[in-house]
């Protein structure tokens, strides 16, 4: 299986950014991937999602507008490029790659059916 390792935590100030990254071990240009975060004593929830040739994007409503989700099949990459961050963007960021190409297969999916990374954390101060 394909290991996913994640980059770019901080913590940064309320209006900052940060760019994530998501690095893979393997090719994944036939995967949809995409980004979730679980905040403490939350649910995970979903971020973002790209199809397997980086033409398609998915946000949430919260990331819609101030995230943006890019993918170098080339280099096996993925980033979450965030702006104007909140407090309640604080949060462990995970990447995950779909056995499908398309963002559906990011967006309804079971946990049990992507492949995860370890996450990273952002952390946003007021």
């Known amino acids: 299986q394909v290991q996913l390792v994640e980059s770019g935590g901080a913590l940064v100030q309320t209006g900052g950014s940060l760019r994530l990254s998501c690095a893979a071990s393997?090719?994944?240009?036939?995967?949809?991937m995409g980004w979730f975060r679980q905040a403490p004593g939350k649910e995970r929830e979903f971020v973002a999602a790209i199809n397997w040739s980086g033409h398609t994007t998915y946000y949430s409503d919260s990331a819609k507008g101030r995230f943006f989700i890019s993918r170098d099949n080339s280099k096996n990459t993925m980033t979450l490029a965030m702006n104007s961050l909140k407090p309640e963007d604080t949060a462990i960021y995970h990447c995950?790659?779909?056995?499908?190409?398309?963002?559906?297969?990011?967006?309804?999916?079971?946990?049990?059916?992507?492949?995860w990374g370890q996450g990273t954390q952002v952390t946003v101060s007021s």
């Open positions: 995950a790659a779909a056995r499908s190409g398309d963002t559906g297969a990011i967006v309804g999916a079971l946990p049990v059916n992507l492949n």
């Open positions: 393997g090719s994944l240009s036939n995967n949809a």
